[in-house]
């Protein structure tokens, strides 16, 4: 009986579940209590445990499949410069190599009433076959952010592509 109740206090966090969307060759890790829900042929959205989370966190974590005219070194360059109320990449980091672009960057906007919000965002641009690109925005307001940091760093950063079903792209 000590044991059973050693092991379940000191027992570690409950392990992600590893989600596969075979259309768009995605492999995720997703925390736990995190829901994936599909979101047409072209994406999937992630949802935090609590609706308080959507709500009062702001949370969004979508993922998509995209074109991107001029490639992935161009959007680097434009978001290394501020643009109307987004802010100069705070992270900005580009593998040509294994085409993947990693940026963190603040955006503000009115809301309701006029409230001005800011949100920080996390995103990743994977490069997929035929110059498509799969790309994963975390977001939350910036007063909330590092409540999700963790959670974010694993769905957006940890994110992967395998081979598509059927072998198209």
Known sequence: ??????????AGPAAAAVYRHPGLGLVLNVPPGWMVR????????VLPPKQEDRERGGVDVRIVRQAL?????ALAARLRRADGAREAAQTLRLD???????????EGRYV??????VSQRLVV?????KQRYIKAQCTANAAE?????RAFADLCQ???LAARAGGRS
């Open 1 to 10: 009986m000590l044991l059973l109740l050693f092991a379940v206090l000191f």
């Open 38 to 45: 599909v979101a047409g042929s072209d994406g999937v959205r």
């Open 69 to 73: 005219p001029g490639g992935l070194p």
């Open 96 to 106: 040509k190599r294994s085409g993947r672009l990693l940026v963190s960057y603040r």
């Open 112 to 117: 309701q009433n006029g409230l001005w919000i």
């Open 125 to 129: 641009w994977q490069q997929a076959p």
């Open 145 to 149: 952010y590092s409540h999700y940091r």
């Open 158 to 160: 940890g994110m992967t």
